[in-house]
């Protein structure tokens, strides 16, 4: 599932690809994609509307129309962005097609259907239910040592279920909050409540370090415009993970064989001995 950096790599790869371009004509194929919208209002609404902009907010993909309005998109488990020339036919599992002005369509694709589309309009975009209980971006100031804290203090959940609540900590999915933990050598189990200052200040500020790693080294250049999923770096990621997906193998800093447990049904890897 992608998480922050690669949302941001999707956004900034359309933004590339089909900023200015305009939409002549949309196709809602999967209705649940977009549950809010039947297919002939999803394809009104968004007909012969010129894409100002492609921007991100929490793990959303925002196309922001100048119609006045922006088209939310999530790709949750599966969904990718597909640009396609006109001769080739829709690839299975195409849920919404954009006939686009230059004769190219951009394709959603999802095979596992979980991805979500919804549009509103621009002045109620902070306003949208997906966006409003998002917590602050990791990189605004809204996000201070003093938010992150306090927060910390008023939850009682595992740190780890904290860091992959979105209204808490937005943009981390399992493997930067895993990754996370383990460069603050904070115990994934560890209750929210009772992390110290000190180890809140020292998580903040990694929290902050893996994402910006790894959005740095997404590049739109080696962006497949036909397979815009954001998964610059998964062949590397294997050997590129501290923790995450390690299970049994040594700790990169002691050695320890690294634990999987599950945590809210998610799987969680850590070092016992570094984190505590
Ligand atoms: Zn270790």
New binding site residues.
């Given amino acids: 599932m992608p998480e922050l950096p690669e949302v941001e790599l999707v956004a900034k790869s359309l933004d590339v690809l089909i900023k200015g371009r305009k939409i002549i004509a949309a196709e809602l194929l999967r209705e649940r994609l977009a549950p809010e919208a039947d297919p002939s209002t999803f394809g009104e609404t968004l007909s012969n509307s010129i894409i100002n902009f492609i921007h991100r907010r929490g793990k959303h993909v925002l196309f922001d129309l100048d119609s006045g309005r922006t088209l939310i998109t999530h790709l949750r488990m599966t969904g990718r962005f597909m640009l396609i020339p006109p001769e080739r036919g829709n690839p299975k599992f195409s849920h919404a097609v954009f006939y686009l002005d230059d004769e190219t369509r951009l394709i959603f694709q999802d095979h596992r259907h979980f991805g979500m589309m919804k549009i509103v309009e621009t002045r109620d975009l902070h306003d949208a239910k997906e966006i409003k209980k998002l917590a602050p971006e990791p990189f605004s100031e809204e996000f201070s040592l003093k938010y992150f804290h306090n927060t910390l203090k008023t939850t009682k959940k595992s740190i780890k279920e904290f860091l992959l609540d979105q209204t808490k900590v937005c943009g981390l999915g399992n493997i930067y909050a895993s990754e996370a933990l383990f460069l603050a050598n904070i115990d994934p189990q560890k209750l929210s409540h009772k992390i110290s200052i000190k180890k809140s200040a020292q998580l903040h500020k990694k929290i902050r370090e893996v994402l910006e790693v790894a959005i740095a080294q997404g590049s739109t250049l080696n962006v497949d415009p036909e397979n815009i999923d954001g998964s610059y770096h998964n062949a590397e990621a294997e050997t590129r993970w501290l923790v995450y997906d390690r299970e049994n193998l040594p700790?990169t800093?002691?050695e320890?064989p690294i634990i999987r447990l599950k945590q809210g049904g998610r799987s969680t890897f850590f070092?016992k001995?570094?984190q505590r």
């Fill in positions: 700790c800093h002691c320890t070092c001995k570094c």
